[in-house]
């Protein structure tokens, strides 16, 4: 890789959450020091949401490596679970095998194992990530294991992180119980724009660069106007643009390696405001979808191999996700909001994921961007996209159906 040309010990911009790389901006200070209020405070919950690459996960890391060793963790990261399996799942964390346990069993187990460990001096803490994903009867069960308690205090301490959708379903009136527990709640909005600059050099001092100036002082304003402050999209831009300067064997990023890894990455300007994707406009830019110009391939959407909806493709840009502002709208809690896009133009037809939770997979294997090839299933949470080529030579007759036929990914 580019390390021996830039001098560096570790790659800055891994997209992994490592602790080491924290930026502590005002926000992720903030939210931090809540986590960290749940060791001294046991009365209710806390709440941290941030939108996709918002850090959250980062900062778990963190705080779970500075966590005093008199303290008990189970941290859930899978969170698509009934509530039986959850709260095997939390067992589990504590060192058990309860998964030929009964429900009754499991809670018993739970409540047993909570009360000797207040007893040891021992404090114990839930963390369950992506808790958007979880249902409101899991949502109810954790409710109910925050009601353990011994004569003067909660034998449990629990922090839920998510996206902002958690914050909706907190809010709805099935949950109002759990609502009122909540002690704290924070959500991470992105770095500014000077939080960004900042951003960018520290990851560089840490893998480092001793000060030196790897990025032209030029490219900042550039990436945060691509990125919008995103940590993640700021790893995803920065870690290109250094592989571009490689390229080159140049070990200062410029302008030119800034835009040849735009060009890369097919990217438009971060629209802040709505999270959604504007036109670049520069001549080689892909216009928007409309419903001008000629038909170049078809999309169908299954799920279970039965075809739920078919989509033509024309020259521009098609938005998939779960939410109504989409292009394409995909109802279902496997889909992040702004899932993937289809950029379609004359001679290609790519998809790309935007940073989704559960990604985008060909062949069971996950892919950030693809170029599709006719008949290629993509495997999009529950459901399947399979992409028909119009310009490519049919082998069957006009009369011959199209297979829709949709494999399952392997495991």
Not at 44 to 67: N, Q, S
Not at 347 to 357: F, V
Request: charged letters at 25%; hydrophobic letters at 40%.
């Amino acid at each position: 890789m580019y390390l021996e040309l830039f001098k560096l010990h570790e790659l800055p911009f891994r997209l992994s959450p490592d602790p080491q790389f924290l930026y502590l901006s005002k926000q992720h200070a903030r939210a931090k020091a809540y986590m960290e209020s749940t060791i001294w405070f046991t009365d209710g919950f806390v709440v941290i949401t941030g939108d996709i690459g918002a850090g959250k996960t980062t900062l778990i890391e963190t705080f779970l490596r500075e966590l005093q060793t008199d303290a008990v963790v189970a941290q859930i990261n899978q969170t698509q679970l009934s509530p039986t399996a959850f709260l095997q799942t939390v067992l589990v964390q504590f060192g058990f095998s309860p998964f030929n346990m009964k429900k009754p069993e499991v809670l018993a187990t739970l409540n047993q194992f909570l009360v000797e460990q207040h007893i040891k001096g021992r404090k114990v803490l839930l963390i369950v990530d992506e808790a958007q994903n979880l249902s409101h009867r899991v949502l109810e069960e954790v409710r109910m294991l925050s009601g353990i308690e011994t004569t003067k205090e909660k034998a449990l301490r629990i922090i839920l992180a998510g996206q902002p959708d958690l914050n909706d379903k907190l809010n709805s009136p099935e949950l109002v119980q759990l609502t009122q527990r909540v002690r704290l709640r924070f959500h991470l909005t992105a770095l500014t724009t000077a939080e960004t600059f900042a951003y960018i050099d520290h990851r560089l001092e840490v893998a480092g660069s001793q000060g030196r100036r790897i990025f032209a002082i030029e490219t900042y304003p550039t990436i945060y106007k691509y990125t919008g402050g995103v940590p993640r999209l700021i790893n995803t831009l920065c870690d290109t643009c250094m592989l571009a300067a490689f390229g080159r064997d140049q070990d200062t990023v410029t302008t030119e390696d800034l835009e040849a890894a735009i060009k890369e990455l097919q990217w438009v300007e971060f629209a802040s405001s709505t999270n959604r994707l504007r036109v670049l406009n520069m001549e080689q830019s892909v216009p928007p979808s409309t419903d001008t110009g000629h038909t170049v391939g078809r999309i169908l959407l299954a799920i279970g191999g039965k075809t739920v909806m078919e989509r033509e493709l024309k020259p521009g840009r098609l938005v998939i996700g779960r939410t109504a502002d989409n292009d394409l709208q995909i109802d279902s809690k496997f889909i992040s909001r702004h899932h993937c896009q289809i950029v379609t133009q004359a001679d290609s037809c790519l998809i790309e994921d935007l940073n989704s939770t559960n990604g985008i997979y060909v062949q069971s294997k996950r892919v950030r961007r693809y170029n599709l090839n006719d008949g290629d299933v993509v495997q999009v949470g529950q459901h399947e996209i399979m992409y028909i080529d119009e310009r490519a030579p049919r082998l069957r007759g006009d009369g011959d159906s199209v297979d829709t036929e949709v494999h399952e990914k392997k495991p």
